[in-house]
């Protein structure tokens, strides 16, 4: 299982961004997938949540109606369309996935919030 985020970076108070996931090494279309993000000196914590085929999306309630998970099935890939952010977002963000009980995780994207 491999998992590469992408598209992180600084922006402004109230800017846009969108992350990206790429996923291989596991039948991606069997998976729910999801985002969790990692502040400085704190734990890392559930984002959202989307289903195996992109029907059903659950969201933190930090970031309900500001962030939209989305997902392409012939990409392999999961999104994170974050608009606008404040600074408690920043972190680094991670994709996930539980593959037969195991929880697999990609690097990281830092997305920075600041003017």
């Known amino acids: 299982v491999q998992l590469v985020e992408s598209g992180g970076g600084l922006v402004q108070p109230g800017g846009s961004l969108t992350l990206s996931c790429a996923a291989s090494?596991?039948?991606?279309?069997?998976?729910?997938m999801n985002w969790y993000r990692q502040a400085p000196g704190k734990e890392r914590n559930w984002v959202t949540v989307?289903?195996?085929?992109?029907?059903?999306?659950n969201y933190a309630e930090s970031v309900k109606g500001r962030f939209t998970i989305s997902r392409n099935n012939i990409k392999n890939t999961v999104y994170l369309q974050m608009n606008s952010l404040k600074p408690e977002d920043t972190a680094v963000y991670y994709c996930?996935?539980?593959?037969?009980?195991?929880?697999?995780w990609g690097q990281g994207t830092q997305v920075t919030v600041s003017s």
């Open positions: 090494g596991f039948p991606f279309t069997n998976y729910a």
């Open positions: 996930n996935v539980r593959v037969r009980n195991t929880n697999y």
């Open positions: 989307i289903t195996s085929a992109g029907d059903s999306t």
